[in-house]
């Protein structure tokens, strides 16, 4: 199991922002007054009235039990008369960081040791996030190069991929052909470098693997923050093509993950309604607790009961919600095998995981 494959959705966390003047300090909650359960950056803006606001202001930012968060500001928009606007503010909190937060002027703390790098040189970006190495290279058919935590490799070669099939589905005779396209880097932009956030836009085509045809511009931004293990990705595409003949059977981000355990020790792991968690090896042992629990197991290969079939190793794995009532997961043990159903749920809340036991690459 070389490679593992998962579609990306960007997580949001909204605030709430009370207050209409800056004569007094204004009040940011999260949107559902609940704090997250794990720590997150998070970026949020906040309107001026016309002259409250002087053009180059510092604020810091208050959590509910007086702990001064880092911050990184930035302007938005400006009143005629020079007064801004609108500001642009990001921070990062750690897990439970409860709200109502505050906002006054003043002097912004700093990172907790965590200090955000961005490095360019060459056709290469280099971000560091004091929890996070992320490796981005300026042209070729990778957005992301390589990801590391901890010093070890979790992810490479992330890239968008398009299936691009030639034609409605038929009830009968042949399918439309479908073709692989893959991303194309054509420009690489950096629009923030820290602090507390650095965000890279990602410019490009999806590229044929087999042909010269180029389309679906798109537009990727990235987002790091400091002392964060995780990168918000925001996918933007353009449809260019033939509404009659071009429909796009599949579109996302690819990731290679590296694999240093042996199969029984490999993990697939799917969120499910109400806290709920699908959790699989890809060689599963007939039960056994410890592997149930992703613990490593020492040892050779699982059998069968009559000891001469080996059990089976599972290669791919998918989770499909076409619906808001319900999805399903599959699994087959190569690209030339049947898939196979796995379970079912009424909504997926979102999140993916493969690895092994000494870890890997989550997606949510």
Same mark, same amino acid.
């Given at each position: ?148 935590? /901890? &010093?070890?490799?979790?992810?490479? =070669? %992330? @890239? ?8 409605? #589905?038929? +009830? ?113 042992? /007939? &039960?056994?607790?410890?592997?149930? =629990? %992703? @613990? ?8 069968? #009961?009559? +000891? ?57």
């Amino acid at each position: 199991m070389k490679h593992s494959h998962y579609f990306l959705t960007a997580l949001v966390i909204r605030l709430m922002v009370s207050s209409e003047v800056f004569g007094a300090d204004v009040s940011i909650d999260w949107l559902d007054h609940s704090a997250p359960g794990a720590a997150t950056g998070v970026s949020f803006g906040v309107p001026w009235p016309q002259g409250a606001v002087k053009k180059d202001p510092t604020f810091s930012l208050r959590a509910a039990d007086g702990k001064t968060l880092p911050l990184q500001t930035w302007p938005l928009a400006y009143w005629p008369d020079g007064s801004l606007k609108w500001s642009g503010l990001a921070t990062a909190t750690g897990a439970g960081v409860a709200g109502p937060f505050t906002l006054a002027s003043g002097t912004s703390a700093a990172t907790d040791g965590a200090k955000l790098t961005l490095q360019q040189s060459n056709g290469v970006i280099e971000i560091d996030t004091g929890a996070m190495k992320a490796r981005l290279l300026t042209t070729g058919k990778n957005l992301i190069e390589s990801l590391a935590v /901890g &010093g070890r490799e979790v992810a490479r =070669a %992330g @890239q968008l991929v398009c299936i691009l099939q030639s034609g409605p #589905d038929v +009830e009968e005779g042949a399918m439309p052909r479908r073709d692989k396209f893959l991303s194309n880097v054509h420009k690489v932009t950096v629009e923030q470098t820290g602090p507390v956030r650095a965000v890279v836009k990602v410019e490009g085509m999806h590229k044929a693997v087999n042909g010269p045809r180029e389309w679906l511009p798109f537009s990727v931004r990235l987002y790091f923050y400091a002392g964060q293990e995780s990168i918000r990705v925001v996918h933007t595409l353009v449809f260019d093509g033939d509404q009659q003949k071009d429909f796009i059977r599949g579109v996302g981000l690819t990731f290679a993950v590296p694999m240093r355990e042996q199969a029984h020790n490999r993990h697939v792991r799917f969120s499910g309604p109400d806290g709920g968690l699908w959790a699989e090896p890809i060689q599963p042992g /007939g &039960g056994n607790v410890a592997q149930a =629990a %992703g @613990q490593r197991i020492e040892g050779g290969r699982f059998y069968a #009961d009559n +000891e001469k079939e080996q059990h089976a190793i599972w290669s791919d794995y998918t989770l499909s919600q076409p619906t808001p009532e319900g999805f399903t997961i599959a699994k087959r043990t190569n690209p030339q095998s049947k898939w196979v159903f796995a379970d079912a749920g009424r909504r997926a809340s979102g999140l993916a995981f493969v690895g092994d036991v000494s870890g890997g690459l989550a997606i949510s």
